[in-house]
């Protein structure tokens, strides 16, 4: 049985930073490791991914300040968001597939002064 828990929401300032984490236990096998954010009254959209050969992506608009972080084998996973924006206001999901998608409770995150 695969268990995620997710921490590290909050309220924060624009141009504030704030890290979330993921925690995965319940699996011997994690691919790849992925958040996603859903503003209010919208698609949640993917916004980085982390890979088992260590590679990274991101969506254009988080480049440069968002960091996805973490060790597989650990199975805890981080986001660090700097230089936030208004924008960023949301419910911010981690999702891993182990072997099929797994998706965290959501924590949410609010950029607002």
């Known amino acids: 049985q695969v268990h995620i828990v997710q921490s590290g929401g909050g309220l924060v300032q624009p141009g504030g930073s704030l890290t979330l984490s993921c925690n995965v236990s319940g699996s011997s096998d994690i691919s790849s490791m992925d958040w996603y954010r859903q503003a209010p009254g919208s698609q949640r959209v993917w916004v980085a991914s982390?890979?088992?050969?260590?590679?990274?992506a991101y969506v254009d608009f988080v480049k440069g300040r968002f960091k996805i972080s973490g060790e597989l084998p650990e199975k805890t996973f981080y986001l660090q968001m700097n230089s936030l924006k208004a924008e960023g206001t949301g419910v911010y999901y981690c999702r891993v597939f182990c072997p099929v998608a797994y998706w965290g409770q959501g924590t949410q995150v609010t950029v607002s002064s």
């Open positions: 982390l890979y088992n050969d260590g590679s990274r």
